[in-house]
C-alpha cells in the first residue's frame, strides 16, 4: 500500500481555494465585462465559487479547472442578465440602434464601448476566442454548441463589431478555428 | 486578428480589481459554500455516499474552526504543523512531540526549508517553506511540487503537489503521508523533491524519523446483541497518538413507527478521569453501504471510523443509533436534499429547547475560555443543542459533559454573546441501542 495519502475530503478542499485563489481576478474581470458594476460582479463570482464547491468532485481533470469554472462563471454571468430586466433593456435597446445604419454611421466607438453593446452570448465568444485563446472545438465545448455554431456566431460576432469599429478606423478579420 | 486579441486581452486586463473587496467576498463564498455543505448531512445516499461521514465530518469542522479561535496562540501561529494539522497533530505540536529540522537546500535561486516533522503509525507530516529571491510577479500562481520518499534506502512512491504560490511564500506548507507502519522509531528519511515549476534538480532532505511509536491495538471485542436481534461488532481498534480508528458493522431493526429521513450514525465519546465526557472534535465516518435507512425492516451498516484525538484519553463509549429528521425534501441541482427543521430560542437562562422540549436551559456561565451551559434533560444520545448567531454566521458546538443527575453541564468554547445569539437544534427522534453501547479501553 502506497505512504502517499490518496485524496480526501479535505485535501479537495484545500485544492480547491488554492484553486479559486488563483483563479478570482480573472474570473471578477469577466464577469464585470458583462455587468459593469462592481458589487454584481463580486455577487457573480461568489454565486459561481458556491456552485463550483458543489460541483468539484465532479471535476476529473485538475488541469480542466480554469476552463471548468470558466463555464460555471460564464452561465452564472449569462443568467444573472436573463434575470435583470436592466440589463435586458439595454440588450434590446443596442439591436434596435445596432439594425439602424444612421445610429451606426454617427458612432465612433472604441473597442470597449462597442464590446459592452454586444449581446451577452457574443461578448461570451469573444472571450473565449481572444481572451482565453481557447479554439472552436473548445469554446463549442464550454458553452454546450454544435462547433459549426460557434464558428458562425463568432463570423457574425466579428462582422457586427467590425461594422461598430469602421468609423473608428479599427478592422478585424475573420474568424478561424 | 492579433490586434483584436491583444485588444481586448488590454480591455479585460485593465478593469480594476477591487482587491480587498474581492478577497473578502471569495473568502466568504468559500465559508458559505462549506456552510451548505452542512445541507448534504442530510441529503440521500443515492447522491453521496456516505451521509454519516459527511454528518460527521461537517461537525467536526465547525467545531474545529471555533475552537481554533480560542486556543491558537504563539505556537499555533508559528507552527505550520499546527496550522495545518488535525486536531491530533495540533496537540502534538503543543505538547512538544514534532521534531524541529530545520534542513536547508537551494536550486535554481529557489531554497526549500524543512521545518518540522511528525511520525506515528498513522501519519506523517512533514512542513517546508519556499523562499526565493525572484519577484512574485514572475512566478507561476501555482507552484507544483514533485517529490520521492525514501525509508531507510526503499523507495515507497512518488508524489505531486499544488500549493499557492503567494500562500506558499508567506506561510509555508506541508507533504502529508499515511500508511506509515513501517517507518521504524529511528527510520532514515529522505524526502526528494525532483521538480519544482519545471525545474528539474534535487532538493533532498535526510532525518532520522523519531516517531512517536504509541500504538495500541485492541482484538476481540465482544460483539454486543440485544434481545430483538441487533448487533453491534467493533473490529481492528487502533490507536496512535494523534488518531482512533476501528471498523464497526451494525445490524439493525429499523422501528418504521416514525417517518421521516432516517439515518444511522455512530457517536464517539471520549471518557476524562473525572468523569468529563468528551465529545471528540473531528471524526469521520466513511461508510461502505449506505446509511440511509431504507424499505428493510432490518439495515446492516459497515463503517471506518477514524477520531483525531485532541484529549488523550484512552477509554471510549461507542453509542449507534439511528436518527430520524423532520424537514422537507428539496431538488438541488445535483440530485435530492433534505432541509432539517430548525428550532431556535434565545440564548437565555430558563429557555425550553426543541420541538419536542428535550431541552430545559437551567443555567449559562461563562469561564476564562469556555461557555458552560447545564441544561435539565433525560436525552439518551448526547447531540446537545448548538449555539449560533447567524448574522455573524458563527456556529458553536458542544465539545465536553458531565452528567449529574437529571441535569448535565455541557461545555462550549468560549461563546461572545449579543441579541441574535440562538439555542439551535434540528427536529429530530432518535432510535436508540442501549445494549448495543460498547466501551473500549487501550489501557
Known amino acids: ?177 | 486578428m492579433e490586434k483584436l486579441r491583444h485588444e481586448i486581452s488590454r480591455m479585460v486586463d485593465d478593469i480594476p480589481v477591487p482587491d480587498i473587496k474581492l478577497d473578502e467576498t471569495v473568502q466568504s463564498a468559500l465559508i458559505k459554500a462549506r456552510k451548505q455543505g452542512k445541507q448534504t448531512m442530510f441529503r440521500k445516499q443515492n447522491i453521496i455516499a456516505s451521509l454519516a461521514s459527511v454528518f460527521v465530518v461537517a461537525f467536526g469542522i465547525m467545531l474545529l474552526q471555533s475552537f481554533q479561535e480560542t486556543t491558537s496562540g504563539d505556537i499555533g501561529n508559528k507552527s505550520i504543523l499546527y496550522q495545518r494539522g488535525d486536531v491530533g497533530l495540533q496537540r502534538m505540536v503543543t505538547e512538544g512531540h514534532t521534531q524541529e529540522l530545520g534542513l536547508e537546500e537551494e536550486n535554481e535561486g529557489l531554497t526549500i526549508i524543512l521545518e518540522e516533522s511528525y511520525v506515528d503509525n498513522h501519519q506523517m507530516a512533514v512542513s517546508f517553506r519556499l523562499e526565493t529571491e525572484a519577484a512574485i510577479e514572475s512566478l507561476p500562481k501555482l507552484t507544483q511540487i514533485a517529490y520521492e520518499l525514501f525509508v531507510d534506502g526503499k523507495p515507497q512512491g512518488e508524489g505531486i503537489s499544488l500549493f499557492d504560490t503567494k500562500e506558499l511564500l508567506a506561510n509555508g506548507d506541508w507533504f502529508t503521508f499515511e500508511h506509515t507502519k513501517e517507518i521504524e522509531a529511528h527510520s532514515e528519511l529522505m524526502l526528494q523533491i525532483t521538480e519544482m515549476n519545471g525545474v528539474q534538480e534535487e532538493w533532498s532532505f535526510i532525518f532520522d524519523s523519531e516517531k512517536q511509536t504509541e500504538y495500541l491495538v485492541l482484538k476481540d471485542i465482544p460483539s454486543k446483541k440485544d434481545d430483538l436481534g441487533n448487533t453491534f461488532d467493533m473490529k481492528n481498534v487502533e490507536m496512535t497518538p494523534t488518531t482512533l480508528k476501528f471498523i464497526a458493522s451494525t445490524d439493525l431493526l429499523v422501528d418504521k413507527s416514525i417517518s421521516g429521513n432516517k439515518t444511522f450514525h455512530i457517536k464517539v465519546i471520549g471518557i476524562g478521569d473525572d468523569g468529563e465526557m468528551i465529545l471528540p472534535e473531528s471524526v469521520s465516518i466513511s461508510s461502505y453501504v449506505d446509511p440511509k435507512v431504507d424499505y428493510n425492516r432490518i439495515e446492516r451498516f459497515y463503517d471506518l471510523i477514524k477520531v483525531s484525538r485532541d484529549v488523550n484519553v484512552y477509554s471510549y463509549k461507542i453509542i449507534p443509533y439511528i436518527v430520524t429528521l423532520q424537514g422537507v425534501e428539496v431538488k438541488e441541482e445535483h440530485g435530492e436534499g433534505f432541509i432539517a427543521n430548525e428550532h431556535t430560542t434565545p440564548f437565555k437562562e430558563g429557555e425550553i429547547i426543541g420541538s419536542n422540549s428535550e431541552f430545559k436551559v437551567e443555567n449559562i456561565k461563562h469561564e476564562k475560555d469556555a461557555t458552560i451551559v447545564t441544561y435539565e434533560t433525560n436525552v439518551l444520545i448526547p447531540n446537545f443543542p448548538s449555539i449560533v448567531n447567524k448574522e455573524k454566521d458563527e456556529y458553536t458546538y458542544a465539545v465536553s459533559f458531565k452528567n449529574n443527575g437529571d441535569k448535565v453541564e455541557v461545555t462550549y468554547p468560549k461563546v461572545s454573546v449579543n441579541s441574535k445569539t440562538k439555542f439551535l437544534l434540528y427536529e429530530a427522534g432518535y432510535q436508540v441501542f442501549p445494549e448495543l453501547e460498547t466501551r473500549i479501553d487501550l489501557k
Open chain 1, 1 to 177: 500500500m502506497s505512504i502517499f495519502k490518496s485524496d480526501s475530503k479535505r485535501i479537495d478542499e484545500q485544492t480547491f481555494e488554492t484553486l479559486v485563489v488563483s483563479e478570482q481576478k480573472k474570473l471578477y474581470r469577466i464577469a464585470y465585462t458583462y455587468v459593469k458594476n462592481e458589487q454584481t460582479a463580486l455577487d457573480i463570482v461568489q454565486e459561481t465559487i458556491i456552485k463550483a464547491y458543489k460541483a468539484f468532485h465532479k471535476l476529473k481533470d485538475i488541469s480542466l479547472f480554469s476552463t471548468w469554472i470558466t463555464r460555471i462563471l460564464i452561465n452564472t454571468s449569462l443568467d444573472y442578465i436573463k434575470r435583470s430586466i436592466d440589463v435586458i433593456q439595454l440588450d434590446v435597446e443596442w439591436y434596435r440602434t445596432g439594425n439602424n445604419e444612421e445610429n451606426n454611421a454617427i458612432m465612433s466607438m472604441d473597442l470597449a464601448s462597442a464590446f459592452e453593446n454586444l449581446r451577452p452570448n457574443q461578448k461570451t465568444i469573444l472571450l473565449l476566442r481572444f481572451y482565453y485563446g481557447y479554439s472552436i472545438p473548445e469554446i463549442a465545448e464550454i458553452i454546450g454548441k454544435p462547433e459549426g455554431t460557434v464558428k458562425s456566431q463568432l463570423h457574425r460576432t466579428l462582422q457586427v463589431l467590425r461594422k461598430k469599429l469602421t468609423n473608428g478606423g479599427d478592422v478585424y478579420g475573420e474568424a478561424s478555428t
